[in-house]
T-cell receptor, first 113, second 116 residues
Framework: AQTVTQSQPEMSVQEAETVTLSCTYD???????LFWYKQPPSRQMILVIR??????QNATENRFSVNFQKAAKSFSLKISDSQLGDAAMYFC??????????FGGGTRLMVKP | EPEVTQTPSHQVTQMGQEVILRCVPI?????FYWYRQILGQKVEFLVS????????KSEIFDDQFSVERPDGSNFTLKIRSTKLEDSAMYFC??????????????FGPGTRLTVT
């Protein structure tokens, strides 16, 4: 079974600074998809960024980018120029085309003004 | 922008009672999902639904749970006899996978279920 691990229960960053959230996963599949979801206090799950495992280029979405290391099974999220609105729980998730998302335990990000 | 909606936002029920959680997926989506999140814990997959049948389910989704698409727009999760440990946030999601690709799962705002 696939597992997703987020080793940082909490992180904090100063506004306008950069922070990196870690995620590792375990799978025997070669083709899969990885996602970062943001969950603000409202608890709605919002997709931040996605990465297809067959793509070597790291995905970027404005201030959000990933460092995808397939051999190491690592998928970290970098948030640049952090804003107060970035404060939330961040979940890493895995999908190997079986429709089911497997989530990590989450990292709570605090942004200090 | 189209979105997934869920009703009610908060449901309080007594142990042993039946509850039905309702979801309206995005209209052109083909795959539907239920997830749950016990307070302070990770989001867990319950079930996926495609072409009017369950396509995948987790070990959490036992005989107490059922899903239905009663009409062209609603997707429901029923818990027949609620237990205290069913208290959680329940998220509905939908997606429309492209051919050969995994599409984004769009999540609803969740229903908070409290079993007393």
């Amino acid at each position: 079974a696939q597992t997703v691990t987020q080793s940082q229960p909490e992180m904090s960053v100063q506004e306008a600074e950069t922070v990196t959230l870690s995620c590792t996963y375990d799978t025997s599949e070669s083709d899969y998809y990885l996602f970062w979801y943001k969950q603000p206090p409202s608890r709605q799950m919002i997709l931040v960024i996605r990465q297809e495992a067959y793509k070597q280029q790291n995905a970027t979405e404005n201030r959000f980018s990933v460092n995808f290391q397939k051999a190491a099974k690592s998928f970290s999220l970098k948030i640049s120029d952090s804003q107060l609105g970035d404060a939330a729980m961040y979940f890493c998730a895995y999908n190997n085309a079986g429709n089911m998302l497997t989530f990590g335990g989450g990292t709570r990000l605090m942004v200090k003004p | 922008e189209p979105e997934v909606t869920q009703t009610p936002s908060h449901q309080v029920t007594q142990m042993g009672q039946e509850v039905i959680l309702r979801c309206v997926p995005i209209s052109n989506h083909l795959y539907f999902y239920w997830y749950r999140q016990i307070l302070g814990q990770k989001v867990e997959f319950l079930v996926s639904f495609y072409n009017n049948e369950i396509s995948e389910k987790s070990e959490i989704f036992d005989d107490q749970f059922s899903v239905e698409r009663p009409d062209g727009s609603n997707f429901t999760l029923k818990i027949r006899s609620t237990k205290l440990e069913d208290s959680a946030m329940y998220f509905c999601a939908s997606s429309e996978p492209d051919r050969g690709a995994i599409d984004e799962q769009y999540f609803g705002p969740g229903t908070r279920l409290t079993v007393t």
